[in-house]
């Protein structure tokens, strides 16, 4: 079974420092990470994902996240914040893919505040 | 534009009603999602389908049905049985495991 941990419920930066949102995975298997980001009363964006290739992945709009298998992070970053950048972050695990299906487990999500 | 479609937007429910939401996608994706949203929690998995006419439930499905008639819709009927149903509901959808895509969301409020 898999699961995730979001640390941090809400992060506040200030514009034009680094953000850093943790996320610690459990899985049984080797897992697929995602990190989505919402913004108010919209969907989902998929903001990058680690399939077992490199383990820096870059994703959309600067950010970047690390696999590091033996502390079971996966912690998304960007090193300079922008006020666009505030929104709810969301890491999520997926086990194998079944059958074309593939199931996200989902953290409690991290609200990310930038001050100007 | 390719897309995943939910409506409506917004939706008001009374005690005792079943309500359905809808979720059309023209992706051409094979797998499609339903998810449901609280405030200051993660997505919960609902239902999904793999293919059309065959779906499975997810971790909260009590209350909860679906369909998967043809492959660009899988509608959402939230029933009477659930007993909490306001939140926000996410359909997805993927093709052949690929990268999961959510739709716009649609908001249900008990009245």
């Known amino acids: 079974a898999q699961s995730v941990t979001q640390l941090g419920s809400h992060v506040s930066v200030s514009e034009g420092a680094l953000v850093l949102l943790r996320c610690n995975y459990s899985s049984s298997v080797p897992p697929y990470l995602f990190w989505y980001v919402q913004y108010p009363n919209q969907g989902l964006q998929l903001l990058l994902k680690y399939t077992s290739a490199a383990t820096l992945v870059k994703g959309i709009n600067g950010f970047e996240a690390e696999f590091k298998k033996s502390e079971t992070s996966f912690h998304l970053t960007k090193p300079s914040a922008h006020m666009s950048d505030a929104a709810e972050y969301f890491c999520?695990?997926?086990?194998?893919?079944?059958?074309?299906?593939?199931?996200?487990?989902f953290g409690q999500g991290t609200r990310l505040t930038i001050n100007p | 534009d390719g897309g995943i479609t939910q409506s409506p937007k917004y939706l008001f429910r009374k005690e005792g009603q079943n309500v359905t939401l809808s979720c059309e996608q023209n992706l051409n994706h094979d797998a499609m999602y339903w998810y449901r949203q609280d405030p200051g929690q993660g997505l919960r998995l609902i239902y999904y389908s793999q293919i059309v006419n065959d779906f499975q439930k997810g971790d909260i499905a009590e209350g909860y049905s679906v369909s998967r008639e043809k492959k660009e819709s899988f509608p959402l009927t939230v029933t009477s049985a659930q007993k909490n149903p306001t939140a926000f509901y996410l359909c997805?959808?993927?093709?052949?495991?690929?990268?999961?895509?959510f739709g716009e969301g649609s908001w249900l409020t008990v009245v």
């Open positions: 999520a695990v997926s086990g194998p893919i079944i059958q074309g299906a593939q199931k996200l487990v």
């Open positions: 997805a959808s993927t093709r052949s495991g690929n990268t999961i895509y």
